[in-house]
């Protein structure tokens, strides 16, 4: 994941009825035909219900900025 994946999270659930589910949130998005980054982002999402928009965006899992993946190099 990338910093900029709680931006797309927010992006594609724009509309969204909270409380809802990662299942809830992932449908919404596909409902939506949202890009495929938008979507891993999501599916990245612990299972867990979620209240508010704040909550998803906190959820998503991050990576610090100049990495590929998860023990990658700097860029």
Do not use: C, I, W
């Not at 980054?37 to 900025?65: C, G, I, T, Y």
Request: proline fraction near 7%.
């Amino acid at each position: 994941m990338t910093a900029r994946d709680d931006l797309r999270a927010q992006k594609a659930l724009q509309g969204v009825d909270f409380p809802a589910s990662k299942g809830d949130l992932v449908a919404y998005a596909e409902e939506r035909d949202v890009d495929a980054k938008s979507l891993q982002a999501l599916r990245a999402l612990p299972d867990q219900r979620f209240e508010n928009m704040d909550s998803v965006v906190e959820a998503v899992p991050q990576e610090p900025e100049g990495q590929d993946a998860p023990g990658g190099t700097e860029r």
